[in-house]
């Protein structure tokens, strides 16, 4: 991890648990078209998500915009894990909020395609967010997760996150009707 003039920056080779080789990296404009593939697999194979794969309908021009935002940002990140060049998964932060209230906030999102899962992406994946928020100056990383998601959650509290709080009814999934979903946190100071 490392700092730009004015950006974050993240890479990383690790050895996955089956041995191939993973790349950890800021994604950029030029993987437009490989995030929103993932994004949608990914949707496709998990109800556990803010949304459904019918919902993801930014443009590849719109994703890259998103993307060159993140890739000039001082305090934001979009990190992708790369197996034979090909993105399975995706991480990132962003800011709660600029106010002076919350600027010492962000927020932590990842996402696994399934055929990777239990691999060591997830580790690596959060392990980046948090060395890039302390490197951007954040004094805490937030996230939520629904209660079903046992091995996120357990991947989160092998972090050190603890759990602050729990909405019975914080998505309503087309399948399965009301998840709860957990808000956890990590002091980073």
Same mark, same amino acid.
């Given at each position: 991890m490392f700092r730009g003039d004015d950006e974050l920056k993240y890479y990383k080779k690790i050895r996955?648990?089956? =041995?191939?080789?993973?790349?950890?990296?800021?994604?950029?404009?030029? $993987?437009?078209?490989g995030v929103l593939e993932n994004t949608k697999i990914i949707r496709e194979e998990t109800d556990f998500l803010l949304s459904?794969?019918?919902?993801? =309908?930014?443009?590849?021009?719109?994703?890259?915009?998103?993307?060159? $935002?993140k890739e000039n940002s001082p305090c934001e990140i979009q990190i992708c894990a790369l197996v034979d060049d090909r993105i399975v998964g995706l991480a990132g932060i962003s800011a709660v909020g600029s106010k002076d209230k919350v600027k010492h906030r962000a927020e932590l999102g990842i996402s696994i395609e399934k055929a990777y899962y239990g691999q060591g992406i997830g580790t690596a994946l959060t392990k980046a967010c948090i060395e890039c928020a302390k490197t951007?100056?954040?004094r805490q990383l937030e996230l939520e997760v629904v209660a079903e998601n046992t091995n996120a959650i357990a991947l989160y509290r092998k972090f050190g996150f603890t759990e602050t709080g729990r909405n019975p009814r914080g998505f309503c999934s087309?399948?399965?009707?009301?998840?709860?979903?957990?808000?956890?946190?990590?002091?980073l100071d």
């Open positions: 996955l648990a089956n =041995n191939t080789l993973c790349i950890i990296r800021n994604a950029t404009i030029t $993987d437009a078209k459904y794969p019918d919902e993801i =309908n930014f443009s590849v021009e719109e994703k890259e915009e998103f993307l060159e $935002d951007a100056g954040y087309r399948y399965t009707g009301w998840q709860e979903l957990i808000s956890m946190l990590l002091e």
